[in-house]
């Protein structure tokens, strides 16, 4: 079995750490860029990583649109009897956030859309990304199948 060493480098766009593999290597186990690969924690201080299939299932993308609700609170103070003051502090966005509560989401539509128009909504939506490669910004912005998204 052939030993590598190789060093951790950061990715300028993303901040993720990169291990970079060994052409050597990569051609040695059949991987290449691009190939999803998991990893496995053996329990006594190694790990195993193996490469993911690829689905063999057809896919497509969908987009999925949502209003989501939050419940925000104001601590203003006015003058004593203007309590009216403070509404229009809120209104024209002069007050600080005391707090807030998500509610929820709603769906509001869904539609099929290509690959091609996702990415290119991606640019519109996200212009600090408009320089990132395709992958990047899968990476980032889109649920890929099988892929699941814990928010605590």
Same mark, same amino acid.
């Given at each position: &079995?052939?030993?590598?060493?190789?060093t951790?480098?950061?990715?300028? #766009?993303?901040?993720?750490? +990169?291990?970079?593999?060994?052409?050597?290597?990569?051609?040695?186990?059949?991987?290449? @860029?691009?190939?999803?690969?998991?990893w496995h924690?053996n329990?006594?201080? $190694?790990?195993? +990583?193996?490469?993911?299939?690829?689905p063999?299932v057809?896919?497509?993308?969908?987009?999925?649109?949502?209003v989501?609700?939050?419940? @925000?609170?104001? &601590?203003? @103070?006015?003058?004593?009897?203007k309590? @009216?003051?403070a509404?229009?502090?809120?209104?024209? /966005?002069?007050a600080k #956030?005391?707090?807030? =509560?998500?509610?929820g989401?709603? +769906?509001?539509s869904?539609r099929? +859309?290509?690959?091609?128009d996702?990415?290119?909504?991606?640019?519109k939506? /996200?212009?600090?990304?408009?320089?990132w490669t395709?992958?990047?910004?899968?990476? /980032?912005?889109f $649920?890929r199948?099988g =892929?699941?998204?814990? /928010?605590?």
């Amino acid at each position: &079995m052939k030993k590598y060493t190789v060093t951790l480098v950061e990715d300028p #766009e993303t901040g993720d750490v +990169i291990l970079p593999f060994p052409e050597e290597m990569l051609k040695e186990v059949g991987w290449a @860029e691009g190939d999803v690969l998991s990893w496995h924690d053996n329990k006594d201080g $190694t790990f195993s +990583i193996t490469k993911k299939l690829k689905p063999t299932v057809e896919t497509e993308w969908v987009l999925v649109e949502a209003v989501s609700q939050f419940r @925000e609170r104001y &601590m203003v @103070e006015v003058p004593k009897g203007k309590a @009216e003051y403070a509404l229009e502090t809120v209104t024209m /966005n002069d007050a600080k #956030e005391f707090s807030q =509560e998500h509610l929820g989401e709603t +769906i509001v539509s869904h539609r099929v +859309i290509s690959k091609e128009d996702a990415l290119a909504l991606c640019d519109k939506d /996200n212009e600090y990304g408009v320089e990132w490669t395709e992958e990047v910004k899968l990476k /980032n912005f889109f $649920t890929r199948v099988g =892929e699941r998204v814990y /928010n605590d």
